[in-house]
């Protein structure tokens, strides 16, 4: 996996003056992979870190960690004021309860040029190089993921080859090896299905671009906003 989740161990306890704590467990279900939909995305709206909760459900109660602003959501429910969603930033990558008004929703385009795909897209420590396929029909994928195991093992993942996206999703195969990547303005969601490489080397996650090789901007025809 290209990001750990939360280490417990960064948790800290809410104070007694915090707001009321949202209830149950906010579990990691997975990455939006169903080709008929659009995952339902947010980023973090705040100036500051937003404040986040977790393991509400354990008989301690709730434990607490921020993630930095501009962090993309992935929103599995809500529950009034609380929203449940997984989310990236440069400390770790974990599903956690949010107060819903520090997020605002990423609105994107269905039909975006194939030009927004093109560039430098890095999650952690896993990197993909997106550029025009040399049939010029396509897109071309180049990219590695990597896993830290025990005792300093590390575990490696590959793609390279072209696909052809439909609309704002791209669904790569190679050799046993599937990826799929749905383009939601400056990010990429990924999901793949553990057959790219050695244990837990997995190209899945927020992808965000680091590098574009040429104009970015996403076609105004359709927008999603959730």
Known sequence: ??????????????????????HGACPFVGFEDDSHGQPNLAEVATKAPAPTWLACDSPKGCASLTVEPGSPVQIYSTDGEWTCGYSEDR???????????????VKFSLDPPMN??????????????????????????????????????????????????TGNRLHYVDDGCVVNLTLAGRFILASDNQGCGGMNARFGGFWTRSFASSATKPSPRTTVSR
Request: charged share 20%; hydrophobic share 40%.
């Open 1 to 22: 996996m290209k990001r750990c989740l939360f280490a417990l161990l960064l948790f800290l306890p809410l104070s007694a003056r915090a707001q009321a704590k949202p």
């Open 91 to 105: 400390h770790g990558a974990g599903a956690t309860w949010f107060r819903s008004r520090d997020l605002r929703p």
């Open 116 to 165: 927004a795909w093109y560039g430098v897209w890095k999650g952690g420590e896993d990197r993909v190089v997106i550029s025009p396929a040399r049939d010029g029909k396509g897109l071309h994928l180049k990219g590695n993921a990597v896993w830290h195991g025990l005792n300093g093992n590390d575990h490696f993942g590959h793609i390279q080859g072209d696909a052809a996206p």
